[in-house]
C-alpha cells in the first residue's frame, strides 16, 4: 500500500487537515513528524468542529492508529488534555491507537516562558510566534540539552534532567524580566505525572511504523505549518524551528526517505500567513478583508487574524521543488466565489528588475511587490458541488491555470469546510508506488 506525505505549500493553514483526515480513510497510519501544538487542525465531522494542536486528525476514524514521531515537540500538558478531551467525547477507546515517540522532545515550562519572555522582548523585530515554546525546545534539542519523552515516564530522569536545565533558564529569564513561580520541586512532580498519564502510549516509534510498513500497512504522514515557514528553506527568520518539508517526514518519524511513494502539497485558492515575514501578494486592502471575512482566517491555535492574499505562483513553485510535490490539493476555492476578479502573483517586481523565481534573499523579497495576472472569478455558490465536470467553468479554468503556472496537477479542490465538500480527482492512495528510475 502507498505511503503518502501531505505537506503545506504556503505559510501554513492551507487545511491540511482536512485533507488529512479525508485520506485517512485510506491510510492504516497517521504520522506527525514535526511541529508541535503551534499546529492547529480544525476538522469538521457531521457539523461538529474538532481542534486538533498535536494529535493527528485520524485520531477520529476508529481502528487507524496515530504516531506522534520522533521529531515532534510534545508538550505533555496539551497532549494529556487532548487525550483525555477525545475520550470525553467517546474516542480512542483503544490506546493502542496512539503512538508516542520516546526520542520526541518534550516542551517544558521554561521553554514556553522564554518563547513569550523573547519576544516581548523583540518588539518590532519579533517572529510572531505562537508563544508555545517551539523554537526554544528545539533549541535545546539541538544543543543537546533537551527532555525527550523517555525522560519524561522516568521520574528519577525527569528530575535529574530538570536540575541540570532548569537553573540556567531561570536565569535567562531573569535577564528578560520574566520568571517562572512553580519551585522545582513542584515542578518536577507535576510533570512526573504527566510522563505517568503519556507513559501507555510512549514506545520505539520508528520499529513499530517499521512493522506496520512490514505487515503492509499504508502511512500518510502529516505535515504542520507550511514550506515557506521551514527553517532550511523558508523565509528564514520568520520561520517556525523545525524543518516542514517532506524530506522530514522521513527523519522526523525514523523511516527511510525510500519509503515515501508520493508528496501532496497543499495550498489554498488564496494564501495566509500569520505573523511576521515578507509576504510579496499580501493584500492590504479591501479585498483583502473580504477574503478574511469569507475565509474565516482567524488562527486556530491563537486566534489571530491571519494576513490574506491572492494565490503566488512563485512560491508555489517553488514548493514542489524543495517538496518533490507530485500533486496539489487546493482547499477552499469556495471562498474566490463573488469576487469579480481572481488573481495570481506570476513574478514579483523589486526596484527595476523582475523575478520569476522566488528570491532567496529575504532582504530583496522583503522589496518586491507582486506582478499578477488577472482571471475572471464566478458567482456560483460551489459547497454543493461534488464532480469537477460541475464546477463552473471558470473556476476549473482558475484551477487549471494555477496548475499549468506550477507545474503539477491539481489533484484535489475543496469547496466547503465538511468532510464530504472536498472533490478528489486523483486519489495518491489509489496510484501505484513511483516507477524507478
Ligand atoms: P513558532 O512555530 O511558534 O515558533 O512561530 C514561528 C512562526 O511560524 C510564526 O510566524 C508563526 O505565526 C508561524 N506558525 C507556527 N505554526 C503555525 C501554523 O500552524 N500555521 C501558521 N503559521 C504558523
Known amino acids: 500500500m502507498p505511503n503518502v506525505v501531505v505537506i503545506g505549500a504556503q505559510w501554513g493553514d492551507e487545511g491540511k487537515g482536512k485533507l488529512v483526515d479525508l485520506f485517512t480513510e485510506e491510510a492504516d497510519v497517521v504520522v506527525r513528524f514535526q511541529g508541535g501544538n503551534n499546529a492547529g487542525h480544525t476538522v469538521v465531522v457531521d457539523g461538529q468542529k474538532t481542534i486538533l494542536h498535536l494529535i493527528p486528525s485520524g485520531i477520529l476514524h476508529p481502528g487507524k492508529t496515530c504516531v506522534i514521531g520522533n521529531g515532534v515537540v510534545v508538550d505533555p500538558v496539551v497532549l494529556a488534555q487532548e487525550i483525555a478531551e477525545l475520550k470525553e467525547?467517546?474516542?480512542?477507546?483503544?490506546?493502542?491507537?496512539?503512538?508516542?515517540?520516546?526520542?520526541?522532545?518534550?516542551?517544558?515550562?521554561?521553554?514556553?516562558?522564554?518563547?513569550?519572555?523573547?519576544?516581548?522582548?523583540?518588539?518590532?523585530?519579533?517572529?510572531?510566534?505562537?508563544?508555545?515554546?517551539?523554537?526554544?525546545?528545539?533549541?535545546?534539542?539541538?544543543?543537546?540539552?533537551?527532555?525527550?519523552?523517555?525522560?519524561?515516564?522516568?521520574?528519577?530522569?525527569?528530575?535529574?534532567?530538570?536540575?541540570?536545565?532548569?537553573?540556567?533558564?531561570?536565569?535567562?529569564?531573569?535577564?528578560?524580566?520574566?520568571?517562572?513561580?512553580?519551585?522545582?520541586?513542584?515542578?518536577?512532580?507535576?510533570?512526573?505525572?504527566?510522563?505517568?498519564?503519556?507513559?501507555?502510549?510512549?514506545?520505539?516509534?520508528?520499529?513499530?511504523?517499521?512493522?506496520?510498513?512490514?505487515?503492509?500497512?499504508?502511512?500518510?504522514?502529516?505535515?504542520?505549518?507550511?514550506?515557506?515557514?521551514?527553517?532550511?528553506?523558508?523565509?528564514?527568520?520568520?520561520?517556525?524551528?523545525?524543518?516542514?518539508?517532506?524530506?522530514?517526514?522521513?527523519?522526523?518519524?525514523?523511516?527511510?526517505?525510500?519509503?515515501?511513494?508520493?508528496?501532496?502539497?497543499?495550498?489554498?485558492?488564496?494564501?495566509?500567513?500569520?505573523?511576521?515575514?515578507?509576504?510579496?501578494?499580501?493584500?492590504?486592502?479591501?479585498?483583502?478583508?473580504?477574503?478574511?471575512?469569507?475565509?474565516a482566517e482567524f488562527g486556530a491555535t491563537t486566534g489571530r487574524p491571519r494576513r490574506t492574499g491572492w494565490i503566488d505562483a512563485l512560491a508555489l513553485r517553488y514548493a514542489v521543488r524543495v517538496n518533490g510535490l507530485d500533486g496539489l490539493a487546493m482547499m477552499k476555492l469556495d471562498v474566490l466565489t463573488g469576487f469579480p476578479e481572481v488573481k495570481i502573483a506570476v513574478g514579483y517586481r523589486c526596484g527595476d528588475r523582475t523575478y520569476d523565481e522566488m528570491p532567496s534573499d529575504l532582504e530583496t523579497l522583503e522589496r518586491c511587490e507582486a506582478i499578477y495576472e488577472s482571471l475572471p472569478g464566478w458567482t456560483e455558490k460551489l459547497d454543493g458541488l461534488r464532480r469537477w465536470e460541475d464546477l463552473p467553468a471558470t473556476a476549473r479554468d482558475y484551477v487549471k491555470h494555477v496548475a499549468k503556472l506550477v507545474g503539477v496537477e491539481v489533484v484535489a479542490v475543496s469547496v466547503g469546510a465538511d468532510r464530504g465538500e472536498t472533490i478528489v480527482m486523483k486519489n495518491p492512495f489509489h496510484v501505484k508506488k513511483r516507477a524507478a528510475g
Open 89 to 295: 467525547r467517546g474516542f480512542l477507546k483503544d490506546d493502542n491507537q496512539l503512538v508516542l515517540s520516546l526520542d520526541a522532545h518534550v516542551i517544558m515550562p521554561w521553554h514556553q516562558a522564554l518563547d513569550i519572555a523573547r519576544e516581548q522582548r523583540a518588539g518590532a523585530g519579533k517572529i510572531g510566534t505562537t508563544g508555545r515554546g517551539i523554537g526554544p525546545t528545539y533549541e535545546d534539542k539541538v544543543a543537546r540539552r533537551g527532555l525527550r519523552v523517555r525522560d519524561l515516564i522516568d521520574e528519577a530522569r525527569l528530575a535529574r534532567k530538570v536540575k541540570d536545565r532548569l537553573p540556567a533558564a531561570r536565569e535567562e529569564l531573569a535577564r528578560l524580566g520574566a520568571k517562572l513561580d512553580e519551585e522545582d520541586g513542584a515542578l518536577v512532580q507535576r510533570y512526573a505525572e504527566l510522563g505517568r498519564r503519556l507513559a501507555p502510549y510512549a514506545q520505539d516509534a520508528s520499529l513499530w511504523l517499521h512493522k506496520a510498513m512490514k505487515a503492509g500497512k499504508s502511512l500518510l504522514f502529516e505535515g504542520a505549518q507550511g514550506t515557506l515557514l521551514d527553517v532550511d528553506h523558508g523565509t528564514y527568520p520568520f520561520v517556525t524551528s523545525s524543518n516542514t518539508v517532506a524530506g522530514n517526514a522521513a527523519c522526523g518519524s525514523g523511516v527511510g526517505p525510500t519509503a515515501i511513494d508520493h508528496v501532496i502539497g497543499i495550498t489554498k485558492a488564496y494564501s495566509t500567513r500569520v505573523g511576521s515575514g515578507p509576504y510579496p501578494s499580501e493584500l492590504k486592502d479591501a479585498t483583502g478583508e473580504e477574503l478574511r471575512r469569507i475565509g
